[in-house]
C-alpha cells in the first residue's frame, strides 16, 4: 500500500483536525490501496469517526494560552518535557510507518519546532514533504516575524518539496509581501477550497431541530466563541417575537462555566436549542436557513459548499486571519460581515442591529450567486498534485470537476 503521513498539531480548536481528516477522506476514496495516518494532538480526535484505511495517533495535548504560549492539558505537567515526549512519538511513528508522502498542516516545523527530527528523516529516506497552508495565515506583517523568529524560512527552502495553498489566489495569497528565499514561491501551488460533502461516517438524512427555516450559531472550536454566543442571546433576549428560530452550537472548547451559562440562558425559549458539540455538523449545516459564524478556514469552505446566506463575526486578535477572510469575502459579495461587539456586552443599538441580521439572513444572497466556478476543486487539486507520489488512482473519484 502507498502510505500518506499527515500531521496537525492542533494545540487550539478543531479547524486543523477537521481539515486533515477531509483531505484524508477524499484521498482514500480515490486511491483504494491509500493508507493514511494523522498525527493529532486534539482530545477530540477520537470523538470523529474515520473512514477505512485513515487512522490517528493522538500525541500529549497543550493548549495555547491567552498570551501566545503553550501549556500541557495536565496543569501539572512540564511542556518541555511534554514537547520532548511529542517529538519522539512523531519521529519514531515516521520511521515506523515510512510514508511515501507527508503533509504538515500550517506549522513548517510543528509545534515548538517537534516535527523536524521527524521531517529530516523522511527527506533523507525518499519521502516527498509537502506543507499544507490555509488561504489566509496572518496579516504579511506578523506572518513574516513568526516565520522568522520560528526558522520557518530556512525549512521552506531546505525541507519541503512543495507548498500547497488551500484556497484561490484570486481570493487572497498567503505568501504575499513576504521575503521568501529563492525558490520559496516556485514550490507553491493553490488548490482551491476544500468541498465539504455529507457522508463521511455520518448519517446521511439530517435531522432539522424546527418545523420553520431556522438559523446556525456556530462559534468553532469555542475557546473564544463566547462573546459571539453572548451577543446572539443578548439579542434573543432582547427581541421577543420576531427572530427566528436558531440551533446555538457553542463549541467544546468553550469555558465550562460559559457554556453552562448560554445553556441556563437558552432554556424556556422556544425559538433557541443549543448544543455543545456535533461531530456531524454538516448535517445541521445542509438544513439550516442560514449561517452566523466566526470567521475560521473551515467554517468558510462549509459556508461555501453548502451554497447558504452567512454573517460572520470574525475575531481580530490574537491574530488578523478571520477579520481578513470575512472582510475580502463580504468585498466579493459572498457573506455579510459584523465586527461591532465587545466581550462584555455590547451596546444596545448593536443587539438591534444584529435583530436587523438575523432577520433578513434566512431570505439572504447565496454564495453561488458570486462564487468564481472553480472555487470549490480544492479537493480535485490536492490530488491532481498527490497523484505523482501515491501512484494512479484505484478508487471512484470523490468529486468530478465542473464542465
Not at 470523529?48 to 491567552?66: C, E, H, I, Q
Not at 509537502?130 to 488561504?135: F, I, K, M, P, T
Not at 460572520?312 to 460581515?337: D, N, Y
Not at 461591532?340 to 444572497?365: C, F, I, M
Request: with cysteine.
Amino acid at each position: 500500500m502507498r502510505r500518506l503521513l499527515i500531521y496537525s498539531h492542533d494545540s487550539f480548536g478543531l479547524g486543523h483536525l477537521r481539515r486533515c481528516r477531509t483531505i484524508a477522506h477524499d484521498l482514500v476514496r480515490r486511491w483504494q490501496d491509500l493508507s493514511v495516518l494523522i498525527i493529532s494532538g486534539s482530545p477530540l480526535v477520537g470523538r470523529f469517526s474515520f473512514r477505512k484505511n485513515v487512522d490517528f495517533l493522538r500525541v500529549p495535548g497543550v493548549t495555547k494560552t491567552a498570551d501566545g504560549s503553550y501549556a500541557p492539558h495536565d496543569p501539572g505537567g512540564d511542556i518541555d518535557k511534554i514537547i520532548g515526549l511529542r517529538t519522539a512519538l512523531i519521529k519514531q511513528a515516521t520511521q515506523q510507518f515510512r510514508p511515501h508522502m507527508f503533509l504538515v498542516d500550517k506549522e513548517p516545523l510543528g509545534l515548538r519546532g517537534e516535527v523536524a527530527p521527524a521531517l529530516a528523516w523522511a527527506r533523507a529516506h525518499g519521502t516527498r514533504l509537502v506543507l499544507g497552508l490555509r488561504d489566509i495565515l496572518d496579516s504579511p506583517d506578523r506572518l513574516q516575524r513568526e516565520w522568522a523568529r520560528k526558522k520557518a524560512f530556512h525549512a521552506l527552502e531546505s525541507l519541503y518539496h512543495d507548498i500547497w495553498i488551500f484556497g484561490e489566489r484570486r481570493f487572497y495569497d498567503p505568501l504575499t509581501d513576504l521575503k521568501l528565499p529563492a525558490g520559496v514561491r516556485e514550490k507553491s501551488a493553490f488548490t482551491g477550497y476544500l468541498r465539504r460533502r455529507i457522508g463521511n461516517g455520518a448519517a446521511t438524512k439530517p435531522k432539522r431541530p424546527f418545523d420553520d427555516p431556522f438559523i446556525l450559531v456556530m462559534a468553532g472550536g469555542g475557546g473564544d466563541g463566547s462573546p459571539l454566543i453572548n451577543w446572539v442571546l443578548d439579542t434573543y433576549a432582547d427581541h421577543d417575537r420576531d427572530l427566528p428560530p436558531a440551533l446555538i452550537v457553542t463549541g467544546p472548547f468553550m469555558p465550562l462555566a460559559d457554556q453552562q451559562s448560554a445553556i441556563e440562558r437558552a432554556a424556556g425559549d422556544a425559538r433557541l436549542k443549543i448544543k455543545t458539540f456535533d461531530p456531524h455538523i454538516e448535517l445541521s449545516e445542509e438544513t439550516a436557513a442560514g449561517l452566523v459564524t466566526m470567521g475560521g478556514y473551515n467554517t468558510f469552505s462549509e459556508m461555501l459548499s453548502r451554497d447558504k446566506p452567512c454573517l460572520m463575526v470574525p475575531r481580530t486578535a490574537p491574530r488578523r486571519e478571520q477579520f481578513i477572510r470575512a472582510e475580502r469575502a463580504q468585498a466579493l459579495g459572498l457573506l455579510r460581515m459584523r465586527v461591532h461587539w465587545n466581550d462584555a456586552h455590547p451596546a444596545r443599538a448593536d443587539k438591534d442591529s444584529l435583530a436587523d441580521e438575523l432577520r433578513q439572513l434566512t431570505s439572504g444572497r447565496l454564495p453561488s450567486e458570486r462564487m468564481w466556478p472553480t472555487m470549490l476543486d480544492g479537493l480535485d487539486g490536492i490530488a491532481d498534485l498527490a497523484a505523482p507520489w501515491i501512484g494512479p488512482s484505484t478508487g471512484v473519484q470523490a468529486y468530478a470537476r465542473p464542465a
